[in-house]
């Protein structure tokens, strides 16, 4: 008796390989994934840049030439250093300043009126009536559309005259360009236009009207302040003259009489206190050298030897120094002697006795040079005191004085304040005046406009070179949203990654006329056998040619893949000799039903006792093909209204069994019928009478018959759409269930397209070398 396993469990971990491909993640740009998407998005990126190389064309071909003239002024301030003094360096930020508003004036509104005038562009078509591109010309048409609703008032011909004028010159605003050259004091005026001499006329004339408005406002200005200049003069002096005479008035009313400028008191009082500062200086010095000399006194005859260090600067200190030197000499050789022998040695207390002797002759010197800046400390003191007397009696006898002073001297100030402003406004008068004769621009012309020879836009070039640009851009781009929403089956590798189940293979997308192919060669090479049993190849063949593909193609990768979901089959379900096995798809559409016919097909044609259920009540595709439709099949044997083998249908050529599904109607509830004891029962019989049982079952996402017949089956082939189905898709499909996940015995990736397949993998990858597999896959005829 056989031996089940539990349904949760799986089989064999032979159909769950671990992923062989290497760990990339901690690579910061992967090469070859980027290969890869770039070569399989070639086309689009091609087709990308052909469309934006096309429209490029067209472009160039309809956009009207445009043609641009310029000039360039230099703003140079040492064109006037000869007519003008010196001006005083400028900063950066006042240069920048300068030059911005040089462009400004330049784009405005008043220049472009003069050029208008200058060069009579009102009554210039070129000018009024410039190419518009296709938004004007809808405006255009709007404004028409709307003014027919409207009363237009009458415009007299001088307005209309005006009119012109300034439409001119907003036009040439438009077309015209100023600009810094770099970080120079030059700035570039440009015009575009259709007419090359046009734009070099404008050009020239921008620069003269540029250059003529800098003399005009130099004069204007200059002629404005020589007549404020004048009133000003006029009153100041008046004012001036004013005040000089009401301070002498004063002087000489209070009897203020001097000598050099300054009252006689005045310069007595000046004496004293110039005697008094310098009789303070005497006193303080005199005072912190008594003081510097006394703290040393004051700190006894052995710490005044130790800062006898005095500045020679402050006395003669020859004798303390050379008493401190012998010192400090007595000092180290009595040290010297302590040390070799000890402080008792005769010599040692010799030299002791000599130190204190030297220290005793160097505080007597301090002590007299103590007494001496005492003394001169007190007449120091003495002397100050005696200033400060005869300043005091000086201060009183003229404190009236000094009142008076004080209004004289504020008389004299504002009588000097005025002539100075007087003098001042008189030499900025005369400048002025001076300055009204130079007709100097602080501008030049370095740079020509010239008439232009070619056009400076469209630049054929850069249109097409952007272009070009633009659609690589665009293909990245399209690419990019291609390759973020790829979510879908390609490879092998996602399959295992995704899943974790085995993969068995690729199906190739096979076409009806590679099918229509194979099939004529197979009924050649049948036809002589056929011609035996008197009838035709294709007669009682219940199936159509799809569904035959491996049967007639042995040879091709279709029938490979499904050799391998056998091998897979036989390994996995090893130990069992009747075996049955399921085909399923998450999504319809997907190709189960012709994979499910064909793996069939194989088993058959390879000898093996096999028997293929049209197991998709609701969708039955496989009974479909069947011609004649069948009255009996499986839900009749299911509900045991017949036998199961009535409704039998056998492939003569393969010796396939096929049991259909009848047309029938009101089937509700198909999951309780695929999983009835009928069903059981069915399978059961059919274990006995095959080696295979392969069941075409209903997609795995709308319905959940797959899983209601999921106790009866071995395993599952899980038949996956090539770039359609989405991996999340399937994957939670499977998740959901992991009863039935465990049974999958394999993947196998339909409609595959082979030409695209090694766009999707590395190098490296078995998927690159699939044309050297081609001698292998391709079907040849055999000679009769």
């Known amino acids: ?99 911005s508003s040089a462009v400004e004036i330049l784009k405005s509104g008043e220049l472009a009126l003069r050029v208008t005038d200058a060069e009579n562009l009102g009554e210039n078509e070129t000018v009024l009536n410039p190419p518009q591109s296709l938004m004007s010309m809808v405006k255009g048409a709007v404004k028409s559309v709307t003014g027919l609703f409207g ?60 250059l003529t408005d800098q003399l005009n406002a130099n004069f204007d200005a200059t002629e404005r302040a020589s007549v404020w200049l004048q009133e000003r003069l006029t009153d100041l002096g008046q004012r001036a003259q004013a005040a000089s005479l009401e301070a002498e008035k004063f002087k000489a009313e209070n009897g203020l009489t001097s000598t050099r400028g300054e009252l ?20 303080a010095s005199a005072s912190a050298r008594y003081n510097q000399f006394q703290s040393i006194i004051d700190q006894g005859a052995e710490n005044a030897v130790n800062n006898a260090t005095i500045s020679s600067n402050q006395t003669d200190n020859s004798v303390i120094q050379d008493l401190r030197t012998r010192y400090l000499a007595v000092s180290k050789r009595e040290q010297a002697v302590t040390q070799n022998f000890s402080a008792d040695h005769p010599q040692a207390v010799s030299l002791r006795a000599e130190k204190t002797e030297l220290a005793g ?55 000097t304040a005025l002539k100075t402003l007087y ?96 099939s004529k060669t197979r009924e050649r090479l049948s036809k002589p056998e056929a011609d035996k049993a008197g009838k035709p190849p294709e007669a009682d063949m219940p199936l159509t040619r799809m569904t035959r593909i491996a049967v007639d193609a042995p040879r091709s990768a279709f029938a490979e893949t499904l050799r391998n979901a056998k091998l897979a089959s036989d390994v996995i379900l090893q130990g069992r000799p009747n075996r049955v096995i399921g085909v399923v798809s998450a999504l319809p559409g997907e190709g189960k039903s ?41 839900v009749e044997a299911v509900l045991g209204e017949e036998d199961w083998t009535a409704g039998l249908r056998v492939d003569p050529q393969t010796r396939l069994a096929i049991l259909p599904i009848a047309p029938r109607e009101h089937l509700y509830h198909t999951n309780e019928l695929l999983a009835s004891q009928g069903m059981e029962t069915l399978i059961a019989n059919a274990r006995k009478n095959f080696d295979y049982v392969i069941v075409d079952l209903a997609p795995l996402a709308p319905v959940i018959d797959a899983k209601a017949f999921s106790p009866f089956a071995d395993g599952f082939l899980m038949v996956i759409e090539w770039g359609k189905t989405p991996a999340r ?41 699939r044309k050297s597999y081609e001698s292998y896959y391709i079907e040849k005829p055999l000679k009769a």
């Open 423 to 518: 003098e001042s406004y008189l030499g900025r008068f005369e400048e002025a005046a001076q300055q009204r004769s130079f007709p100097i621009a602080k501008a030049r012309i370095i740079s020509d406009a010239g008439v232009p020879v070619s056009p400076s836009s469209p630049k054929r070039t850069m249109v097409l070179a952007l272009s070009i640009v633009l659609g690589f851009m665009l293909g990245a781009v399209i690419a990019g949203l291609q390759e973020f929403r790829e979510r879908f089956f390609r490879l092998e590798e996602d399959v295992r990654s995704v899943l974790g189940h085995k993969s068995l293979g690729y199906l190739p997308l096979i076409g009806k006329k590679t099918v229509s192919m194979w």
């Open 361 to 415: 002759q160097i505080f007597r010197e301090l002590q007299q040079i103590t007494g001496s800046y005492r003394n001169e400390m007190e007449v120091a003191k003495s002397r100050e005191a005696s200033l400060r007397k005869s300043i005091e009696g000086v201060v009183g006898n003229n404190s009236q004085a000094n009142r008076s002073l004080v209004q004289l001297r504020g008389l004299e100030q504002r009588a």
């Open 1 to 99: 008796m056989e031996t089940r396993r539990p349904m949760n469990q799986r089989p064999l971990p032979l159909n769950t390989v671990p992923s062989l491909k290497s760990d990339e993640s901690d690579t910061f740009i992967d090469l070859n994934r980027l290969t890869a998407i770039a070569l399989r998005r070639s086309r689009v990126v091609a087709v990308c840049v052909l469309l934006c190389f096309l429209l490029g064309g067209l472009y160039l071909l309809f956009a009207t030439p445009v043609y641009t003239s310029q000039t360039q002024i230099l703003l140079d301030e040492n064109l006037s250093k000869y007519a003008e003094e010196a001006p005083s360096p400028q900063s950066a930020q006042q240069a920048d300043t300068q030059l």
């Open 264 to 283: 006689m008191s005045e310069q007595q009082l000046s004496d004293l206190n110039s005697q008094l500062i310098v009789a303070q200086a005497d006193s």
């Open 151 to 210: 009363s237009r008032p009458e415009i007299s011909e001088a307005a209309a005259r005006n009119g012109k004028r300034e439409t001119a010159a907003a036009y040439i605003q438009q077309g015209l360009t100023v600009e810094r050259v770099a970080r120079s004091s030059v700035v570039a005026v440009s015009y575009k236009s259709t007419d090359p001499k046009l734009a070099a006329t404008i050009t020239r004339a921008y620069a003269n009207a540029y």
């Open 594 to 634: 012709t994979i499910a016919a064909n793996f069939a097909g194989l088993l058959a044609a390879s000898g093996k006792r096999t028997l293929l259920i049209d197991a998709d009540i609701r969708n039955p595709a496989i009974s479909r093909m069947i011609s004649p439709a069948p009255k009996t099949g499986l």
């Open 729 to 769: 898709l399937v994957r939670d499909v499977l998740n959901s269930d992991p009863q039935f996940n465990a049974k999958i015995l394999g993947v196998m990736l339909n409609k595959t397209d082979m030409d695209e397949l090694g766009k999707y993998s590395d190098f490296g990858a078995a998927e690159k070398y």
